[in-house]
C-alpha cells in the first residue's frame, strides 16, 4: 500500500532513499534546509570557478553502479568518469613526494624503489584487502545492523582475527619505511578513526586505492547528486529547498508528520537523513532514544577546517589530490582524538579539480580546494581561520617551490561553526561517527527508532558509516527496512 513519506535532508543517503521509496510506488518528499541540494556535497560557484563543498573523491565506483543498476540505468547516462593518472600525490618535505600511479603494478614499483622487497608484501597485504573488500562491499555493508547474527556467516568467522587487530598493526609488521607506512595508513582516515583504532578488516579501503584506483566525475562530485535528485524526479519524488524543519509531530509514540517553516505536513513515514542528534532534538526528550551522554561518549570522525581558493594561474607540482604529510602524522591524530585542541603543526589536503576538469576554474586559472582535519567541537573563529591558512599556504609554497599567495583572487572558508549552522552537525563533526570495533554494524545508532513508530533514520551516523558509497547504501538499506515494514 503506497505511503506518504517525509524525507528530511537531501544528502547521498537522503536522495538514495527516496529513490528506492518511490521505486516502490510510495508518495516521497524531500525537504531540504538550504537553498541547493546535496547536503554535505553542494556547490560553490564564484567568478568562474566551481568547488564542491564537501566530498571530493570517488572511490568505489562499483558502489554508484550497482545503485544505478538498480533502476535499470547506468552511470554513463548521467555523469561522465575518469580514472586519474596518477591517482594523488603525497609530500613530506621540499620537493620530496611519492606518486601513487593508476595501476597496482605501477605503484608496486614505487613501492620497491623506496624500500626492497616491499613489491611483495604490498602485493600480499592488497590481496587480503581485496578479500575483505568482496566480503565488506559485496555482503556486510549491505545489512541493516539490526543484529549482531548479521555479522556471523562462513566467511567472516573465517575473518574473525581481522576484527581485534588494527590497520597499524598489519601495515607496520610488513612495512618498515615511514612514508610507506602513512600513505598505508591514510585511507582509514576516511572512515573516521586512527589507524590504530581501525580493525584490520577495513584494509578494504586499501583495495578501494590500490586496487580499483580514483576517479573523477566530469564537472565535480556534486554530478553524482545532480544524477541522483534526476533519477529521484523522473520515479516522482517531489523535491522543497529553503524548508526547515521545527519538529517532528507525533501522536502518542507514533510518527504522523514534520512541520515545516511553521506548517504542518502530514505523512504515514517519516525519515531522517539530518543529523542523528539534531534530528532527535525535533523529538520531545520522553521519546529521544540517545541521550546526550551517550552522545558525548561516542568517538566521532573529524570535523575540518575548508578553504576554496581562486588562483588566477595553474599550480605548478601537485595533482589533482595532494596530501600534505611533512608534519608528524600521530601528533595531529592526537590533537583530532586524544587531546582535542588545534593543531600546532597541521597535516592537509589539497584537491585542485580545474587540473583534471576544465569546468572547475577559467582557462589558465585553477580552483583550489584545501583540508585541515580537526577534533569536532573545538572553537572556531575568524582570526584562527586565518591563521591556519597562513600556515598551509606558506606550507605549499615552501614544499612546491613556488609563489602562490600573490596569485589569490579570493578565499572562502568553512568551519566547525558552518558545519553546526548548515548542517545541525553534532559538535560541528564533518564525517559522523567513527568506525571504531566499538561503533561498527549493529553498535551504531539505529535505522529505525526504538521509540517512535513510522520514525526512521539514515546517513553517516547510522550505518554502514562514513563516507559517499556508505551513504548510498545507507539508503537502500532504510527504504528495506520500510518497506519490509509495510
Given amino acids: 500500500m503506497a505511503k506518504k513519506i517525509a524525507i528530511i535532508g537531501s544528502g547521498f543517503s537522503a536522495l538514495a532513499a527516496s529513490c528506492y521509496l518511490a521505486k516502490e510506488g510510495h508518495q516521497v518528499s524531500i525537504y531540504e534546509k538550504n537553498s541547493s541540494l546535496g547536503g554535505r556535497a553542494r556547490q560553490f560557484k564564484r567568478e568562474g570557478f566551481t568547488f564542491d563543498m564537501g566530498p571530493s573523491w570517488y572511490w568505489m565506483p562499483d558502489v554508484f553502479d550497482r545503485f544505478f543498476e538498480d533502476f535499470g540505468k547506468k552511470t554513463s547516462e548521467y555523469y561522465s568518469l575518469e580514472k586519474l593518472s596518477p ?69 567472516t568467522i573465517k575473518k574473525i582475527g581481522s576484527f581485534f587487530s588494527t590497520i597499524s598493526k598489519d601495515v607496520r609488521k610488513s612495512f618498515k619505511n615511514p612514508k610507506l607506512v602513512s600513505i598505508l ?8 578513526a586512527k589507524p590504530d583504532k581501525t580493525p584490520s578488516f577495513y584494509s578494504f579501503m586499501n583495495y578501494a586505492d590500490f586496487g580499483i584506483g580514483t576517479f573523477h566525475p566530469k564537472n565535480g562530485m556534486h554530478a553524482v547528486v545532480s544524477a541522483m535528485v534526476n533519477l529521484a524526479e523522473s520515479l516522482g519524488v517531489t523535491t522543497h529547498v529553503n524548508s526547515t524543519i521545527g519538529r517532528i509531530r507525533t501522536s502518542g509514540s507514533k510518527a504522523t508528520g514534520i ?6 505536513i502530514e505523512a504515514d513515514i517519516v525519515l531522517s537523513g539530518a543529523d542523528y542528534h539534531h534530528t532527535e532534538t525535533l523529538l520531545p526528550k520522553n521519546l529521544r532514544q ?21 588562483f588566477d594561474k595553474k599550480i605548478e607540482r601537485v595533482n589533482h589530490h595532494t596530501l600534505f604529510f611533512d608534519v608528524d602524522f600521530e601528533k595531529h591524530a592526537r590533537e583530532i582524538y586524544d587531546e582535542p585542541e588545534w593543531p600546532d603543526e597541521p597535516l592537509f589536503y589539497a584537491n585542485f579539480p580545474s587540473i583534471s576538469d576544465d569546468s572547475m576554474a577559467p582557462e589558465g586559472k585553477e580552483a583550489g580546494f584545501f583540508l585541515i582535519p580537526l577534533a569536532p567541537g573545538v572553537y572556531d573563529s575568524p582570526e584562527q581561520r586565518e591563521q591556519y591558512f597562513e600556515i598551509i599556504i606558506n606550507r605549499l609554497e615552501e614544499l612546491t617551490g613556488q609563489s602562490v599567495k600573490k596569485n589569490i583572487i579570493f578565499k572562502e572558508s568553512f568551519c566547525v561553526n558552518d558545519f553546526v549552522e548548515e548542517y545541525n552537525s553534532y559538535k560541528g563533526n564533518a564525517y559522523g561517527l567513527a568506525n571504531t570495533l566499538l561503533q561498527t554494524a549493529f553498535l551504531r545508532p539505529k535505522l529505525k527508532s526504538k521509540k ?17 558509497p556508505p551513504a548510498l547504501i545507507s539508503g537502500k538499506l532504510v527504504a528495506g527496512l520500510i518497506t519490509k515494514k509495510e
Fill in 87 to 155: 591517482a594523488y600525490s603525497v609530500y613530506f618535505d621540499k620537493n620530496e613526494y611519492i606518486t601513487i600511479e593508476d595501476t597496482l603494478e605501477k605503484i608496486k614499483a614505487t613501492f620497491e624503489r623506496i624500500e626492497p622487497g616491499s613489491a611483495l608484501k604490498l602485493q600480499e597485504f592488497i590481496d587480503e584487502a581485496g578479500s575483505n573488500y568482496n566480503v565488506a562491499i559485496k555482503d556486510l555493508v549491505y545489512r541493516p545492523g539490526v543484529s549482531p547474527l548479521e555479522l556471523v556467516t562462513p566467511t
Fill in 259 to 264: 512541520e515545516v517553516n511553521g506548517k504542518t
Fill in 290 to 310: 540517545y541521550s546526550e551522554e551517550y552522545w558525548d561518549k561516542k568517538v566521532f570522525a573529524p570535523s575540518s577546517l575548508l578553504f576554496y581558493v581562486g
Fill in 452 to 468: 517512535v513508530d513510522n520514525l526512521f533514520f539514515t546517513g553517516q551516523l547510522t550505518v554502514p558509516g562514513p563516507g559517499v
Fill in 185 to 192: 595508513e591514510f585511507p582509514v582516515l576516511f572512515l573516521g
